[in-house]
């Protein structure tokens, strides 16, 4: 009887093991995608995406020139501890330009890449997210479409979320550190402010602004860019679709678009 007794407890300990080990290896639900939306709108979100951002600007300078710029844009969570993620963000640029350096010029390659690495809590306190961290500049492959220097500075982003809005912004600074010496140092501070509000189908609106400041040479480039957006799946595919216009508000001489068009696709690989 006693065996019989302990048999029957080892067959409901053995049952409910295997059973809290299937529960614990249950994939956590997909996430919806007004979730999605709402972390795609984060620039540092424990979210894996490559975005692929292609702007092209029309009317530039005297000679009316056109330039073509696709933003490879992957950003890679990691997971440090319990406590600390650490957000690394890279902006690829491939140029292609027309009548922008003279008349029947052309120019195409690599722009300046920057890679951001942003330190940030795990958790959001009352809506409220922040990270910062390094930022480098890395050369490009032409002198017409980038500097030729590498640079490293401060980079740093904050942003609250409540109802579907998003309000924040991101901020970073670089000083040339190596490179040609012949050309013009590096001095550099880029401020993006930014606003969304997504509905829970995920389609969003929003808008940012693009400031950067050369303190070397003096001049500041300004652009406003409203967007649309739409979170949608091909398949298992999570994707994000951006569109709308940018427009040039301030330039160095010679170098202001009259206008220009912004469109993105973003892959999103949720965990």
């Known amino acids: 009887m006693k065996f019989k007794t302990k048999?029957?407890?080892?067959?409901?300990f053995v049952s409910s093991a295997f059973s809290g080990n299937i529960i614990a290896q249950e994939t956590k639900p997909p996430l919806s995608a007004e979730e999605l939306a709402k972390k795609l709108s984060n620039p540092i979100a424990s979210l894996i995406s490559v975005p692929f951002q292609n702007n092209t600007d029309i009317g530039i300078g005297a000679n009316n020139g056109a330039r073509n710029t696709l933003n490879i844009q992957p950003v890679i969570p990691l997971r440090i501890s319990?406590?600390?993620n650490l957000i690394t963000r890279?902006?690829?640029?491939?140029?292609?330009?027309?009548?922008v350096t003279g008349i029947g010029d052309s120019e195409t390659g690599l722009g300046?890449?920057?890679l951001s690495a942003f330190f940030s809590p795990s958790d959001s306190k009352g809506g409220l997210t922040w990270g910062a961290g390094p930022v480098f500049l890395l050369p490009g492959s032409n002198e017409?479409?980038?500097v030729k220097r590498f640079g490293i500075g401060p980079t740093a982003v904050a942003l609250f979320q409540a109802k579907g809005y998003t309000v924040g912004a991101l901020v970073n600074q670089i000083w040339g550190v190596a490179g040609n010496d012949s050309l013009n140092d590096?001095?550099?501070?880029?401020?993006?402010?930014?606003?969304s509000y997504?509905?829970?189908s995920g389609a969003g609106i929003g808008c940012n602004f693009e400031i950067s400041q050369n303190w070397e040479a003096k001049t500041t480039n300004f652009w406003f860019?409203?967007?649309l957006s739409a979170v949608t799946s091909f398949g298992k595919q999570k994707t994000q679709f951006v569109i709308g216009p940018r427009f040039n508000l301030a330039a160095p001489d010679g170098s202001k678009a009259d206008f220009g068009v912004r469109a993105a696709v973003v892959f999103l690989f949720p965990k």
Do not use: C, D, G, R
């Not at 890279?90 to 009548?99: A, D, F, I």
């Open 90 to 99: 890279l902006v690829l640029p491939v140029v292609s330009q027309y009548n």
């Open 186 to 195: 590096v001095n550099m501070m880029f401020f993006q402010p930014f606003f």
């Open 7 to 12: 048999f029957v407890l080892l067959l409901l």
């Open 82 to 84: 319990e406590n600390l």
């Open 225 to 227: 860019n409203p967007i």
């Open 112 to 114: 300046n890449a920057v």
């Open 198 to 200: 997504n509905w829970k």
């Open 144 to 146: 017409y479409l980038s």
